[in-house]
């Protein structure tokens, strides 16, 4: 046979089997009307139908019903209704049992009759059960059901309603409901006409002319159920649409093959969990017509044909509806086939456009029947059976059947399918366009290739890709992959190991007990350490009673911890899965009270900042919970379980209630919820039922009702259903989250204990200490033309220009087209441009395009928009009615317009502009240089110009901060040889591509180099020549920060005798190794010193002197931070009376000790304060503090944008300073004390900050609770540690941390205790208080309160030792770097030692042998010293191999002492002759303070912020204990029944 005729046989093969699904005409509905035996229901807009009863009872779920309603909103009940406006505008569930085919607020009163009717009837004519049957038998093939009753209701060209005083609209709706049942099941069809539904929602009536429309409601509910007698809860329901756009799909998008016919098992006599949908899926097309096949009667009937089946292989699942249909093959499948899933119209898994899978078409109804708004009546023929399906008709020769495995239905009782993607196409309502040629026809295969222009592809649709993501086609469609070190859904993807925020909003109408409480937007943040787990929750503006009341409602916050669960081998955290878009509903019913709570929160993607940003509605009731009360919550485990597009969990969950009302009291309450979201399996992934568990193993909640906060923390971890957690010996650190990575790295684990730590994606370091990485200054950002890059925490983003914007790939950055808006006058013309746009008059009128005059008869013209810009500024409208010194004033010709040529009178910059009065890119020159010349057209931008343009538009005004290098371009646009720092003076030579050639740099005031000369090879660089250069090469363009000192050399390299800062104006004397000389430093504008004289001797110095010195010389350099305040001291060394900030121009008035007078504060220019007067301070809130004041000063010194190198002051959020301060990003950092001064001693490059104790304790709103002791009871051995305010007891168990029994001691308001001591003989604990500069103790009876034993001449007490034996206490204080001792009651207090001691800080005191430990982090000499307890024999133990000893202990089973380095992260021994060093742990994380019990090491840790186990024997971490409140944790000691051994 002939090739060509080959290919007509598979053609006409294919036409004779291929065509194509199109909707049911209203000729198809089943028979309806007055002369089908319909009752009619009256019309009225809120009308009931009589009850129809039921011949025999139907079920509905498991329950029989034997009557019915039908009502004129669109709904069918099993109870007389209520009145419409308790139901019509909510949404789903109602609390009434409901089918709904169109929930809407339809009204069908019309003078003339003309709004429509509905009809109704209960029938047993077979030929409406064969049609029931056969549907049925379509949508569910191995049901046995034989429907002995019909239930057929039809709304026929119904309206919605509307306000009388509007116009009525023409916008009808057709649609009909059929329930079908026989002895045990019921099913249910709704069925949609093409061109039925016209309207898609209704207003409601109470809508206060707010212009908002409620889309119908179209599903089941179950109702209220009664149960307990006298208790009722919602029951199950299922929801068909979610929005309006699935409402407008209902016609187009069927479960039964068919576009239009919807199918659902409703019922079961035995047992039935909720509504289960048909799995066909049907998608609307063009109706050909010839195709249609019809059987011979006068009653539309259902027409007889087989089903299509559907690979489920192949089936689109993400924006493509799926189609009936044959496989490429063109093989029709057998009746009966089923899809994988079931469609839902306007859901992800329901297309949006047409797909390669269509294969046949099938006309559902017989006749082409005229749509009129008179119903089609006809009689059913009393005896007409129909025949059922024949599963092998039309089956070709040869071709088997491939039967197809229905996918389980989703056990869900609240089912709401989540939205399309904002971008989906719209739905085509053609059908596809398939194209055949003879190099599609593979003649050995006998299989027809096809394509199709409808498929949706990455080429046409990547946009939906997050940027850190990878497109990938498959055979049905495309999918989103996260890119390697990145984790999500693919369009939305996050970086690997870096924590995570979540920021949103919460509202909605609480009751406690019968209070209703509305929540109004309030904020919810939360904050998730993803490396181990730990998901904070905070919800602020939370108002009495209800913060109270939500404290067991810890499912608001578990929402977060399932996201980013910290995941065990085979499982993955739900944010892999749901990306960032998703909604979860989640229902709580609390026992024994019942009272019922809805929560529904909504992803709605990632914010600018790479946020996630979720929204919370919650609704309902919540019991009472007395004021004051704690909330326990017991751990518990919960089974997700994972369908395509739904996630759903249900659970109990305990917990227990304190307070003093009622003492403790227990209760629990179940949670049900589901999640949706969107997912792709075009990959083939497998689509079975998957269930993981979650374990939450910590759940802390708290009420600040002072701060109306209510906090939820919790530790999750996700594993496969019955991975038994194990102890921590067992556990990769990974896993079991007690690893020492930083919170911004990634942990990975190796064969047993062993693991790597591995920065973020985004981040830089050693996995311990990570740096965010500024893709956008490393020029790796990935942003294109017309866009520039904005640095966020571990990644990007861009943002375009003005006058551009993204385009649809959401990518690149477009052209707006300005003139789309009209924005010039009416009688102009826009003429849109790259960036801009002009405004231009038209002919016979004048004026500047925006607006526009005729000339003739005018003897002026109105003002033109520069010149209306120019007599604006002059006059200082903007600006209080002053012109503002040095703005830019516009310059007009004498027609009103701009010229072409604007210069800036106080800068001298020149730039041409358009008509509108926009820059044009390229055109601006610096003082001394030939302006442009405007009226030449533009050429392409070169390198330089691009970089002097980038650096020259960073404000708007369009110039440069102040102080930043603007690189030199000559009339070509290429680098000038010669490049010189307009602000610092700095001149070099670069090379074509603008780069700096080495040596070639030369200092203010000396001849530039002659660039023309050819580079000559370098000296050797002296001391002074590196220091130099080391600062210039500090920025990407090789020029020092701004204010940046620079040391001065001479020609010889050495460092010149007199060194000035330049942009401070102090100078100073130095040695030949650059060191200051003491005592030469001198103020701006005062005659330097002569280096050349010896140094006098001076006298001592003052406080003030002290105080001004410190901040002189808090840097090597030898000069203060720009924009520091430096005290100013009389001539006898005392604080003037009056101070003045040099940077900022304030003035304030001090006492003697230079502390500042409240209210004596006056800003730049204003009278100041006459300090010999006292002044009345008026209450106002918290003044601006010092360090807050320091802050934004230099800020504002570096022009909003400090570099990374440059020191900006930390502040905590009280404005106090924070205790470590650091040059901007680098491992540059000190401590400082609560004036914001140097402490001595802790500066270091170390990686690893300080470890710098805070001095202020964190504010408190009084009144305060009386402090009082609450003991743990029946323990033998409790570890008591300190946090902050509090002193925590935490039992042990053998040597296992008893996390259960956990309790705090004593809460210490105001405090901040550091150094813990336990006397075992008279039962008391000893503590440091920094903040109060104290030492107390307190018995450890119940109620005992605290005892003061000092409280003078202490500034800084940190370890305390007791020495049960002789009865003496020993402390350290670190800020005069002493070792004191007293006895226990306070009294015989002496220094033991003050000298040779830099940051001393443990001490321990071995009671046996008489023997005192302590150790010093001096960072340029740490070391741990011992004497006697009468201060003699001091020596040092060990220097060597150590950085920060915080922590130091006594193994008293070998007589060694035992220390925790922060530094060096390890964990050793030595005796106390130094000798037998051994290293028991290597891999500490940041250990505080340390005790010793049973072969086991328990030490405080400032990164987990927690208790950790360290085994003597295994060396390995056996337990951890992480408080609920997260803080850091600092002295540590353990109090025992009786004393042990070596203590006494």
Not at 386 to 414: F, K, M, R, S
Not at 483 to 511: D, I, W
Not at 1021 to 1044: A, L
Not at 1269 to 1297: E, F, M, S
């Given at each position: 046979?002939?090739?060509?005729?080959?290919?007509?046989?598979?053609?006409?093969?294919?036409?004779?089997?291929?065509?194509?699904?199109?909707?049911?005409?209203?000729?198809?509905?089943?028979?309806?009307?007055?002369?089908?035996?319909?009752?009619?229901?009256?019309?009225?807009?809120?009308?009931?139908?009589?009850?129809?009863?039921?011949?025999?009872?139907?079920?509905?779920?498991?329950?029989?019903?034997?009557?019915?309603?039908?009502?004129?909103?669109?709904?069918?009940?099993?109870?007389?209704?209520?009145?419409?406006?308790?139901?019509?505008?909510?949404?789903?569930?109602?609390?009434?049992?409901?089918?709904?085919?169109?929930?809407?607020?339809?009204?069908?009163?019309?003078?003339?009759?003309?709004?429509?009717?509905?009809?109704?009837?209960?029938?047993?004519?077979?030929?409406?059960?064969?049609?029931?049957?056969?549907?049925?038998?379509?949508?569910?093939?191995?049901?046995?059901?034989?429907?002995?009753?019909?239930?057929?209701?039809?709304?026929?060209?119904?309206?919605?309603?509307?306000?009388?005083?509007?116009?009525?609209?023409?916008?009808?709706?057709?649609?009909?409901?059929?329930?079908?049942?026989?002895?045990?099941?019921?099913?249910?069809?709704?069925?949609?006409?093409?061109?039925?539904?016209?309207?898609?929602?209704?207003?409601?009536?109470?809508?206060?002319?707010?212009?908002?429309?409620?889309?119908?409601?179209?599903?089941?509910?179950?109702?209220?159920?009664?149960?307990?007698?006298?208790?009722?809860?919602?029951?199950?329901?299922?929801?068909?649409?979610?929005?309006?756009?699935?409402?407008?799909?209902?016609?187009?998008?069927?479960?039964?093959?068919?576009?239009?016919?919807?199918?659902?098992?409703?019922?079961?006599?035995?047992?039935?969990?909720?509504?289960?949908?048909?799995?066909?899926?049907?998608?609307?097309?063009?109706?050909?017509?010839?195709?249609?096949?019809?059987?011979?009667?006068?009653?539309?009937?259902?027409?007889?044909?087989?089903?299509?089946?559907?690979?489920?292989?192949?089936?689109?699942?993400?924006?493509?509806?799926?189609?009936?249909?044959?496989?490429?093959?063109?093989?029709?499948?057998?009746?009966?086939?089923?899809?994988?899933?079931?469609?839902?119209?306007?859901?992800?898994?329901?297309?949006?456009?047409?797909?390669?899978?269509?294969?046949?078409?099938?006309?559902?109804?017989?006749?082409?029947?005229?749509?009129?708004?008179?119903?089609?009546?006809?009689?059913?023929?009393?005896?007409?059976?129909?025949?059922?399906?024949?599963?092998?008709?039309?089956?070709?020769?040869?071709?088997?059947?491939?039967?197809?495995?229905?996918?389980?239905?989703?056990?869900?009782?609240?089912?709401?399918?989540?939205?399309?993607?904002?971008?989906?196409?719209?739905?085509?309502?053609?059908?596809?366009?398939?194209?055949?040629?003879?190099?599609?026809?593979?003649?050995?295969?006998?299989?027809?290739?096809?394509?199709?222009?409808?498929?949706?592809?990455?080429?046409?649709?990547?946009?939906?890709?997050?940027?850190?993501?990878?497109?990938?086609?498959?055979?049905?469609?495309?999918?989103?992959?996260?890119?390697?070190?990145?984790?999500?859904?693919?369009?939305?993807?996050?970086?690997?190991?870096?924590?995570?925020?979540?920021?949103?909003?919460?509202?909605?109408?609480?009751?406690?007990?019968?209070?209703?409480?509305?929540?109004?937007?309030?904020?919810?943040?939360?904050?998730?350490?993803?490396?181990?787990?730990?998901?904070?929750?905070?919800?602020?503006?939370?108002?009495?009673?209800?913060?109270?009341?939500?404290?067991?409602?810890?499912?608001?916050?578990?929402?977060?911890?399932?996201?980013?669960?910290?995941?065990?081998?085979?499982?993955?955290?739900?944010?892999?899965?749901?990306?960032?878009?998703?909604?979860?509903?989640?229902?709580?019913?609390?026992?024994?009270?019942?009272?019922?709570?809805?929560?529904?929160?909504?992803?709605?993607?990632?914010?600018?900042?790479?946020?996630?940003?979720?929204?919370?509605?919650?609704?309902?009731?919540?019991?009472?919970?007395?004021?004051?009360?704690?909330?326990?919550?017991?751990?518990?485990?919960?089974?997700?379980?994972?369908?395509?597009?739904?996630?759903?969990?249900?659970?109990?969950?305990?917990?227990?209630?304190?307070?003093?009302?009622?003492?403790?009291?227990?209760?629990?309450?179940?949670?049900?919820?589901?999640?949706?979201?969107?997912?792709?399996?075009?990959?083939?992934?497998?689509?079975?039922?998957?269930?993981?568990?979650?374990?939450?193993?910590?759940?802390?909640?708290?009420?600040?009702?002072?701060?109306?906060?209510?906090?939820?923390?919790?530790?999750?971890?996700?594993?496969?259903?019955?991975?038994?957690?194990?102890?921590?010996?067992?556990?990769?650190?990974?896993?079991?989250?007690?690893?020492?990575?930083?919170?911004?790295?990634?942990?990975?684990?190796?064969?047993?204990?062993?693991?790597?730590?591995?920065?973020?994606?985004?981040?830089?370091?050693?996995?311990?200490?990570?740096?965010?990485?500024?893709?956008?200054?490393?020029?790796?950002?990935?942003?294109?033309?017309?866009?520039?890059?904005?640095?966020?925490?571990?990644?990007?983003?861009?943002?375009?220009?003005?006058?551009?914007?993204?385009?649809?790939?959401?990518?690149?950055?477009?052209?707006?087209?300005?003139?789309?808006?009209?924005?010039?006058?009416?009688?102009?013309?826009?003429?849109?441009?790259?960036?801009?746009?002009?405004?231009?008059?038209?002919?016979g009128f004048y004026g500047d395009g925006f607006y526009c005059f005729q000339q003739e008869g005018q003897t002026s013209r109105p003002k033109s928009q520069c010149e209306q810009h120019r007599d604006s500024l002059q006059s200082g409208v903007e600006h209080g009615g002053r012109p503002s010194?040095?703005?830019?004033?516009?310059?007009?010709?004498?027609?009103?317009?701009?010229?072409?040529?604007?210069?800036?009178?106080?800068?001298?910059?020149?730039?041409?502009?358009?008509?509108?009065?926009?820059?044009?890119?390229?055109?601006?020159?610096?003082?001394?240089?030939?302006?442009?010349?405007?009226?030449?057209?533009?050429?392409?931008?070169?390198?330089?110009?691009?970089?002097?343009?980038?650096?020259?538009?960073?404000?708007?005004?369009?110039?440069?901060?102040?102080?930043?290098?603007?690189?030199?371009?000559?009339?070509?646009?290429?680098?000038?040889?010669?490049?010189?720092?307009?602000?610092?003076?700095?001149?070099?030579?670069?090379?074509?591509?603008?780069?700096e050639r080495p040596g070639t740099r030369t200092l203010p005031g000396t001849t530039p180099k002659d660039c023309d000369k050819p580079d000559e090879p370098e000296h050797f660089k002296t001391q002074c020549e590196h220091h130099r250069d080391s600062i210039q090469t500090t920025s990407p363009?090789?020029?020092?920060?701004?204010?940046?000192?620079?040391?001065?050399?001479?020609?010889?390299?050495?460092?010149?005798?007199?060194?000035?800062?330049?942009?401070?104006?102090?100078?100073?004397?130095?040695?030949?190794?650059?060191?200051?000389?003491?005592?030469?430093?001198?103020?701006?504008?005062?005659?330097?010193?002569?280096?050349?004289?010896?140094?006098?001797?001076?006298?001592?110095?003052?406080?003030?002197?002290?105080?001004?010195?410190?901040?002189?010389?808090?840097?090597?350099?030898?000069?203060?931070?720009?924009?520091?305040?430096?005290?100013?001291?009389?001539?006898?060394?005392?604080?003037?009376?009056?101070?003045?900030?040099?940077?900022?121009?304030?003035?304030?008035?001090?006492?003697?000790?230079?502390?500042?007078?409240?209210?004596?504060?006056?800003?730049?220019?204003?009278?100041?304060?006459?300090?010999?007067?006292?002044?009345?301070?008026?209450?106002?809130?918290?003044?601006?503090?010092?360090?807050?004041?320091?802050?934004?000063?230099?800020?504002?010194?570096?022009?909003?944008?400090?570099?990374?190198?440059?020191?900006?002051?930390?502040?905590?959020?009280?404005?106090?300073?924070?205790?470590?301060?650091?040059?901007?990003?680098?491992?540059?950092?000190?401590?400082?004390?609560?004036?914001?001064?140097?402490?001595?001693?802790?500066?270091?490059?170390?990686?690893?900050?300080?470890?710098?104790?805070?001095?202020?304790?964190?504010?408190?709103?009084?009144?305060?609770?009386?402090?009082?002791?609450?003991?743990?009871?029946?323990?033998?051995?409790?570890?008591?540690?300190?946090?902050?305010?509090?002193?925590?007891?935490?039992?042990?168990?053998?040597?296992?941390?008893?996390?259960?029994?956990?309790?705090?001691?004593?809460?210490?308001?105001?405090?901040?205790?550091?150094?813990?001591?336990?006397?075992?003989?008279?039962?008391?604990?000893?503590?440091?208080?920094?903040?109060?500069?104290?030492?107390?103790?307190?018995?450890?009876?119940?109620?005992?309160?605290?005892?003061?034993?000092?409280?003078?001449?202490?500034?800084?007490?940190?370890?305390?030792?007791?020495?049960?034996?002789?009865?003496?206490?020993?402390?350290?204080?670190?800020?005069?770097?002493?070792?004191?001792?007293?006895?226990?009651?306070?009294?015989?207090?002496?220094?033991?030692?003050?000298?040779?001691?830099?940051?001393?800080?443990?001490?321990?005191?071995?009671?046996?042998?008489?023997?005192?430990?302590?150790?010093?982090?001096?960072?340029?000499?740490?070391?741990?010293?011992?004497?006697?307890?009468?201060?003699?024999?001091?020596?040092?133990?060990?220097?060597?191999?150590?950085?920060?000893?915080?922590?130091?202990?006594?193994?008293?089973?070998?007589?060694?002492?035992?220390?925790?380095?922060?530094?060096?992260?390890?964990?050793?021994?030595?005796?106390?002759?130094?000798?037998?060093?051994?290293?028991?742990?290597?891999?500490?994380?940041?250990?505080?303070?340390?005790?010793?019990?049973?072969?086991?090491?328990?030490?405080?840790?400032?990164?987990?912020?927690?208790?950790?186990?360290?085994?003597?024997?295994?060396?390995?971490?056996?337990?951890?204990?992480?408080?609920?409140?997260?803080?850091?944790?600092?002295?540590?000691?353990?109090?025992?029944?009786?004393?042990?051994?070596?203590?006494?």
């Amino acid at each position: 046979m002939e090739r060509g005729e080959i290919l007509a046989v598979y053609l006409l093969c294919w036409c004779c089997s291929v065509c194509v699904v199109t909707a049911i005409q209203r000729a198809d509905m089943f028979p309806y009307g007055n002369l089908s035996g319909d009752a009619s229901l009256e019309v009225g807009d809120d009308v009931t139908s009589p009850v129809l009863s039921l011949p025999k009872p139907l079920y509905f779920y498991n329950d029989p019903v034997s009557q019915l309603y039908v009502a004129t909103n669109g709904i069918i009940s099993t109870q007389e209704l209520l009145m419409e406006k308790q139901y019509v505008d909510d949404g789903f569930p109602t609390d009434f049992p409901v089918v709904a085919p169109f929930l809407a607020d339809i009204d069908t009163s019309d003078e003339k009759g003309q709004r429509g009717q509905i009809y109704y009837r209960v029938t047993e004519i077979p030929s409406v059960l064969n049609k029931v049957a056969q549907e049925v038998h379509r949508g569910f093939p191995d049901a046995k059901f034989t429907p002995t009753h019909a239930v057929v209701a039809t709304w026929e060209n119904v309206a919605a309603y509307e306000e009388r005083t509007t116009g009525r609209s023409n916008k009808v709706n057709t649609f009909q409901a059929v329930i079908g049942y026989d002895e045990t099941d019921s099913y249910v069809l709704f069925l949609y006409p093409q061109d039925g539904l016209n309207f898609f929602g209704t207003r409601p009536k109470e809508s206060y002319n707010v212009e908002i429309e409620l889309p119908a409601r179209v599903g089941f509910s179950r109702g209220e159920i009664v149960y307990m007698f006298f208790n009722r809860k919602q029951g199950p329901h299922y929801s068909v649409t979610s929005d309006e756009q699935s409402v407008k799909n209902l016609y187009q998008v069927g479960n039964t093959g068919i576009p239009g016919v919807w199918l659902f098992h409703t019922g079961n006599r035995y047992s039935f969990d909720n509504i289960v949908p048909a799995s066909t899926g049907g998608l609307l097309a063009t109706p050909p017509g010839e195709y249609g096949i019809s059987l011979d009667t006068t009653t539309p009937e259902y027409d007889e044909y087989p089903d299509n089946g559907f690979d489920h292989d192949n089936q689109e699942e993400e924006d493509d509806y799926p189609l009936t249909g044959g496989d490429p093959e063109f093989h029709p499948a057998p009746a009966g086939s089923d899809f994988s899933e079931s469609p839902q119209p306007g859901s992800p898994d329901t297309p949006s456009s047409p797909s390669e899978d269509s294969a046949r078409q099938v006309s559902y109804g017989s006749e082409d029947v005229p749509l009129t708004s008179e119903p089609r009546y006809s009689f059913e023929p009393a005896g007409r059976q129909y025949a059922p399906l024949n599963p092998q008709e039309n089956v070709p020769a040869g071709g088997a059947q491939q039967p197809q495995e229905q996918q389980p239905q989703v056990p869900l009782e609240v089912v709401d399918v989540y939205p399309p993607h904002r971008n989906e196409p719209p739905l085509s309502p053609g059908g596809h366009v398939v194209s055949v040629d003879e190099d599609d026809v593979d003649f050995e295969t006998g299989v027809i290739q096809y394509t199709t222009e409808n498929k949706e592809t990455c080429a046409r649709f990547q946009q939906q890709c997050s940027q850190n993501a990878f497109c990938s086609d498959y055979a049905t469609g495309f999918c989103c992959h996260c890119k390697p070190g990145f984790y999500g859904n693919g369009h939305h993807c996050l970086p690997e190991g870096a924590p995570q925020r979540v920021s949103g909003k919460m509202s909605g109408t609480l009751t406690v007990g019968s209070t209703p409480v509305d929540l109004n937007n309030i904020d919810l943040h939360a904050y998730i350490v993803v490396g181990d787990g730990r998901a904070y929750t905070a919800i602020s503006e939370v108002p009495e009673p209800l913060g109270w009341a939500l404290m067991p409602v810890a499912p608001i916050g578990e929402l977060f911890g399932w996201l980013f669960a910290l995941e065990l081998p085979n499982s993955q955290a739900g944010f892999k899965i749901t990306g960032a878009e998703f909604t979860r509903r989640a229902e709580v019913i609390f026992y024994p009270s019942n009272q019922r709570l809805s929560i529904i929160q909504t992803g709605r993607g990632l914010d600018e900042h790479n946020h996630l940003t979720v929204d919370t509605e919650v609704n309902g009731n919540v019991p009472f919970i007395p004021p004051g009360a704690e909330v326990t919550m017991d751990p518990f485990k919960e089974t997700y379980q994972y369908y395509p597009s739904v996630v759903t969990s249900t659970s109990v969950r305990e917990f227990s209630v304190v307070s003093a009302e009622r003492g403790s009291e227990s209760f629990s309450f179940q949670l049900k919820q589901n999640i949706t979201y969107r997912d792709c399996r075009h990959d083939n992934r497998a689509a079975a039922v998957e269930t993981l568990q979650i374990t939450m193993e910590r759940a802390f909640v708290v009420y600040v009702k002072e701060e109306r906060i209510l906090r939820y923390a919790i530790t999750n971890k996700i594993s496969p259903v019955g991975v038994e957690p194990v102890g921590p010996e067992l556990v990769n650190p990974c896993y079991a989250g007690n690893h020492d990575c930083d919170t911004t790295a990634q942990c990975i684990p190796l064969e047993g204990q062993a693991f790597n730590c591995q920065c973020a994606t985004g981040y830089r370091g050693d996995g311990r200490n990570c740096y965010d990485i500024d893709e956008c200054a490393e020029g790796l950002g990935t942003c294109g033309a017309h866009s520039q890059c904005v640095n966020l925490p571990g990644s990007h983003r861009c943002q375009c220009q003005s006058g551009y914007e993204f385009g649809f790939d959401g990518r690149t950055c477009v052209d707006v087209d300005e003139c789309s808006s009209s924005p010039c006058h009416i009688n102009a013309r826009c003429i849109n441009g790259l960036g801009s746009f002009q405004c231009q008059c038209q002919l016979g009128f004048y004026g500047d395009g925006f607006y526009c005059f005729q000339q003739e008869g005018q003897t002026s013209r109105p003002k033109s928009q520069c010149e209306q810009h120019r007599d604006s500024l002059q006059s200082g409208v903007e600006h209080g009615g002053r012109p503002s010194l040095g703005a830019f004033i516009p310059q007009c010709d004498s027609d009103g317009r701009y010229r072409p040529l604007q210069c800036h009178g106080s800068t001298g910059h020149c730039w041409c502009v358009d008509r509108r009065g926009q820059e044009r890119a390229g055109t601006r020159t610096p003082p001394g240089t030939a302006p442009t010349d405007c009226d030449r057209p533009e050429r392409p931008k070169t390198p330089c110009e691009h970089h002097r343009d980038s650096i020259q538009t960073t404000s708007p005004e369009g110039y440069p901060i102040i102080g930043a290098y603007v690189p030199q371009c000559d009339a070509n646009g290429q680098y000038s040889p010669l490049q010189c720092h307009g602000s610092i003076g700095h001149c070099w030579c670069v090379d074509s591509s603008g780069q700096e050639r080495p040596g070639t740099r030369t200092l203010p005031g000396t001849t530039p180099k002659d660039c023309d000369k050819p580079d000559e090879p370098e000296h050797f660089k002296t001391q002074c020549e590196h220091h130099r250069d080391s600062i210039q090469t500090t920025s990407p363009e090789g020029h020092p920060g701004v204010g940046v000192y620079v040391p001065q050399c001479d020609a010889s390299g050495q460092y010149t005798p007199l060194q000035c800062h330049g942009s401070s104006g102090y100078c100073w004397c130095v040695d030949k190794s650059g060191q200051e000389r003491e005592g030469t430093r001198t103020f701006p504008g005062t005659p330097p010193k002569d280096c050349d004289k010896p140094d006098e001797p001076q006298r001592p110095k003052t406080q003030c002197e002290h105080h001004r010195d410190n901040i002189l010389n808090s840097s090597p350099d030898g000069y203060p931070v720009v924009g520091v305040f430096v005290p100013q001291c009389d001539a006898d060394g005392q604080y003037m009376s009056q101070q003045c900030h040099g940077s900022t121009g304030q003035c304030w008035c001090v006492d003697r000790r230079g502390q500042e007078r409240a209210g004596t504060r006056t800003p730049a220019g204003v009278a100041r304060v006459d300090c010999d007067r006292p002044v009345p301070v008026a209450p106002t809130q918290r003044p601006e503090s010092v360090c807050e004041r320091w802050r934004a000063s230099l800020i504002e010194h570096y022009g909003g944008k400090p570099e990374p190198q440059q020191y900006v002051p930390q502040c905590e959020p009280d404005g106090q300073f924070s205790p470590v301060q650091c040059y901007g990003e680098t491992t540059y950092c000190w401590c400082v004390d609560q004036d914001g001064r140097e402490v001595p001693g802790t500066r270091s490059h170390d990686v690893v900050k300080p470890a710098c104790l805070p001095s202020v304790a964190p504010p408190t709103v009084r009144p305060l609770p009386r402090p009082d002791v609450t003991p743990p009871t029946n323990t033998d051995v409790t570890l008591l540690y300190a946090q902050g305010q509090k002193i925590g007891a935490l039992p042990l168990n053998g040597t296992r941390l008893d996390a259960s029994r956990s309790k705090t001691l004593l809460t210490l308001h105001g405090s901040i205790v550091v150094g813990l001591s336990y006397d075992c003989k008279e039962n008391q604990v000893y503590w440091t208080d920094l903040s109060a500069r104290t030492i107390n103790r307190a018995s450890m009876e119940s109620g005992a309160e605290p005892e003061i034993l000092i409280n003078t001449n202490l500034v800084s007490p940190e370890g305390l030792a007791v020495d049960v034996k002789r009865r003496l206490m020993f402390w350290v204080d670190s800020n005069p770097d002493v070792i004191e001792t007293a006895n226990l009651d306070g009294s015989g207090r002496r220094t033991l030692f003050d000298a040779d001691l830099v940051n001393p800080r443990a001490i321990i005191v071995v009671s046996s042998t008489g023997t005192l430990y302590w150790t010093d982090w001096n960072r340029e000499a740490p070391k741990i010293e011992s004497s006697s307890v009468d201060g003699q024999n001091r020596r040092v133990v060990v220097s060597d191999g150590i950085g920060l000893p915080n922590a130091l202990t006594y193994d008293s089973s070998s007589g060694q002492i035992c220390w925790a380095d922060a530094g060096t992260k390890r964990l050793e021994c030595i005796f106390p002759d130094g000798s037998g060093r051994k290293v028991i742990h290597a891999t500490l994380n940041y250990p505080f303070s340390m005790v010793y019990y049973r072969n086991h090491f328990y030490y405080t840790d400032w990164r987990r912020d927690g208790v950790i186990a360290v085994s003597k024997d295994s060396s390995q971490f056996t337990d951890e204990y992480l408080p609920d409140q997260r803080s850091h944790l600092y002295g540590i000691a353990i109090a025992t029944s009786h004393c042990l051994s070596g203590s006494h």
